[in-house]
């Protein structure tokens, strides 16, 4: 199609005459060809029907129809919707009542090849002289701005559906906080609309200045290192007043003037967080109370020790035993129970003070942490607070209960242990209180539990010891001086200590008295004294051995079991060739129990005799009831008998009691001749000491008694 060719105006269409006639009036117009060579600008005439008068070039360039197609035709057929035809009617009406321009008008109108074309499209009306109008219409073509402008906007659409869409909080602050870009998630949190965010800030809409504050802070310092960065933050729902929980990453940018600002994307971990927080607290809290459980007060007693080492302060750890609380339970039912165990967390937790701990670690046992005292006395007001608070009778289903507690204490760093050992030791403090009698605190004591510890050591030495055979005997003849003959021996223990040589037990003894090896000790002396007897008897050797047997080994369930059992294995050994020495301060220490553990004993025919006899004060009363054959008057008399007129008058009284009671007595300690002979005139005629001899290995004995001579010998001899 070469539209140029018919020149500018087509045959004549049936009816359209008077238009072509004007239109080929206008041939050769010099408007008219200049019209036609106007690059870019389309140009058409109409008549009043709006049929096509005139078509330039440039219009069959823009909507693709030749001048001859398009003359006589309405744009309706050509390029424009049935409604922008009538509208463009309108138009036409409105041009002829008046002068100016009208438009220009963005349209969007059909190409021949039906494709779209944006244009500016004027209108206006020439006034012919004949009174018949022209109206001309002016077409910029404006398709190639206004696909850009639309695809520009396509992106913001997607900007904003993006944004508004996606579930997380999307924000663009400026310097100062301004939103200069913000999604619906914002929108939803301050509880307003997109529009009403923009210009805005946080402190618009959240009441909690400190949020706000580091909101701005935060966001100004990402701005500043230029380093996005990653923040955990939480944030005061404008409406409810929840508290919700971000991860927000920070992006710092640049606007297009330069200037900074920052992207935030919160997502919203609320829920996480909870879940955590609840695993947190089902992990370091304790159920019932809602107290921080065993774990976590490990944690705290770290960090506490640690700032007691840093500023020098003291720390007390208490641990709190409910008394009476078990029968309670017993009777009353567990939820009763549980329901007084809460209330008693409720009151420690009041009577503590701000930043002290407290755990709960058992059933009824609690342990507070006091951290910062000044000195002890400030413990002990805060304990006895505790002790006031926890016995306040608790009303439950019209019952009165009531319950006390014991509290045991250690005091950092008086006690300079680690945190599990610091526990330990108040719960032996605790221990403590509750022998003293309960509803009381007690201080543990570092140095006696050193000592303690040590002989627990000591102890377990002494096992090993008696397992690996270290352990021996010793032999100190006792003799009689009317019947001039050895009348028995009393077995001593030495220790054969490999790296410390051959101890006595004074080096050991009083370390491990009272403990539990004290008993193994004691056995094993029994059983070896009781096999010595039995091979000294069948060589021929016929005296008596003494034992010494410590109050708890006496005192232990199995004693007499234990030597009945041993009298058994040796059937050659009359039992009344055994004799026991118990201390006269343990035949004190439990009458009763001693009586009748001697009774059984002496029923099965060992004799007794009183250790160190005068010292303990016993009453004429107590003697009397005790079944012991033999009284040992004490070492320190005898030793002292001739220079001290007092101990003189003891050793005189004893051996009077002895003989009131019938009574053996012996003097032990007996050191030299005169000694010997003092107590002779006395009436004590049984004697043990350095002065006949001192103790000796059990083979050395038999050889020791038959090269016996009564006589002293001199002490260092
Ligand atoms: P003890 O029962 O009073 O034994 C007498 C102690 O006096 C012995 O000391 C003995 O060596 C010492 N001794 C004897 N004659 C004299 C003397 O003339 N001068 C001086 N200075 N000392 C003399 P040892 O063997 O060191 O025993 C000390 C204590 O250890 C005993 O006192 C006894 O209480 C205890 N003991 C010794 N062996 C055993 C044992 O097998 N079991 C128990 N439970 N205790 C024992
Ligand atoms: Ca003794
Ligand atoms: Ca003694």
């Not at 046992?365 to 304990?383: A, M």
């Not at 370390?511 to 056995?523: L, W």
Request: contains cysteine; negative net charge; charged residues 25%.
């Amino acid at each position: 199609m070469s539209p140029h060719d018919d020149g500018f105006f087509r045959e004549p269409t049936p009816g359209c005459a008077s238009a072509e006639q004007r239109a080929a009036s206008r041939e050769g117009d010099p408007v008219a060809v200049t019209l036609d060579k106007l690059p870019h600008v389309a140009v058409q005439w109409f008549d009043s029907a709006g049929r096509v008068l005139f078509w330039n070039q440039a219009s069959e360039q823009l909507y693709g129809y030749s001048r001859s197609e398009a003359l006589g035709r309405t744009l309706g057929e050509l390029i424009y919707t049935p409604e922008q035809q009538a509208f463009f009617h309108d138009l036409m009406h409105r041009a002829l009542a008046g002068d100016e321009v009208l438009g220009p008008e963005l349209q969007t109108v059909r190409h021949r090849d039906g494709s779209r074309r944006s244009i500016l499209a004027s209108l206006f009306v020439l006034r012919a002289g004949q009174g018949e109008s022209v109206f001309v219409c002016v077409d910029v073509d404006v398709t190639r701005e206004q696909d850009a402008h639309e695809s520009l906007s396509l992106e913001r659409q997607l900007l904003r559906t993006v944004m508004d869409e996606n579930p997380n909080i999307i924000i663009l602050k400026d310097w100062d906080g301004h939103f200069l870009m913000a999604n619906r998630g914002l929108a939803e949190l301050y509880n307003t609309t997109i529009e009403n965010l923009i210009g805005k800030t946080d402190g618009d809409f959240n009441a909690n200045a400190e949020q706000v504050r580091f909101f701005l802070e935060n966001a100004r310092s990402i701005m500043r290192d230029g380093k996005t960065r990653v923040v955990m933050e939480e944030s005061t729902h404008a409406e409810t007043g929840e508290t919700r929980y971000y991860r927000s990453i920070k992006k710092p940018l640049r606007g297009a003037d330069g200037e900074p600002c920052v992207l935030i994307t919160a997502s919203d971990v609320t829920d996480l967080h909870l879940a955590r927080q609840q695993i947190r607290q089902l992990t370091y809290h304790d159920a019932l109370t809602q107290l921080p459980n065993r774990v976590l007060l490990a944690d705290r007693m770290q960090q506490a020790i640690a700032l007691a080492r840093r500023d020098g302060s003291m720390l007390a750890v208490a641990y709190i035993d409910l008394d009476g609380f078990k029968p309670i339970n017993d009777v009353y039912g567990h939820a009763v129970g549980d329901a007084l165990l809460v209330q008693m967390a409720e009151r420690l937790r009041n009577t503590a003070r701000e930043g002290d701990t407290v755990a709960r670690i058992g059933g009824d046992e609690f342990v507070l942490l006091l951290s910062h005292l000044s000195d002890k006395p400030s413990c002990e007001r805060i304990l006895l607070r505790v002790l006031a608070a926890l016995a306040e009778p608790v009303v439950r289903n019209g019952a009165e209960l009531q319950v006390s507690a014991s509290i045991g204490v250690t005091l950092y760093p008086d006690d300079e242990s680690d945190a599990d050992a610091l526990i330990r030791h108040a719960d032996q403090a605790m221990y403590q209180a509750k022998l003293q009698g309960r509803n009381r605190y007690h201080f543990f004591d570092p140095a006696h539990d050193r000592k303690m510890q040590a002989a627990r050591e000591l102890c377990e030495r002494v096992v090993t010891g008696l397992q690996l055979g270290e352990f021996e005997l010793f032999y100190q003849p006792r003799i009689d001086l009317i019947q001039r003959r050895v009348q028995g021996a009393e077995a001593l223990i030495r220790w054969r200590h490999p790296g410390k040589g051959l101890l006595l037990p004074g080096a050991f003894l009083p370390q491990i008295e009272g403990s539990a090896c004290m008993i193994a000790m004691g056995r094993w002396v029994l059983e070896q004294a009781v096999q010595q007897l039995a091979q000294w008897r069948r060589a021929g050797l016929d005296i008596a051995v003494s034992i010494n047997i410590a109050a708890p080994h006496l005192l232990a369930s199995d004693f007499v079991t234990h030597l009945a059992q041993v009298l058994a294995a040796f059937p050659d050994v009359p039992p009344a060739m055994l004799e026991l020495e118990i201390l006269e301060s343990t035949a004190l220490e439990d009458m009763e129990a001693v009586r009748a553990i001697l009774a059984e004993c002496r029923a099965l025919g060992v004799r007794f005799a009183l250790d160190d006899f005068g010292t303990g004060y016993s009453s004429l009363i107590y003697l009397r009831r005790l079944p012991v054959d033999t009284l040992k008057i004490d070492r320190s008399f005898v030793r002292d008998m001739l220079d001290d007129a007092e101990d003189h008058t003891i050793v005189q009284a004893v051996i009077g009691l002895g003989n009131a009671f019938g009574r053996h007595v012996v003097a032990e300690g007996v050191e030299t001749e005169r000694h010997g002979q003092a107590l002779m005139g006395l009436g004590c005629h049984q004697l043990q000491g350095f002065g006949i001899a001192r103790p000796m290995p059990a083979p050395e004995l038999h050889g020791w008694i038959e090269s016996y001579v009564p006589s002293f010998r001199p002490v260092d001899a």
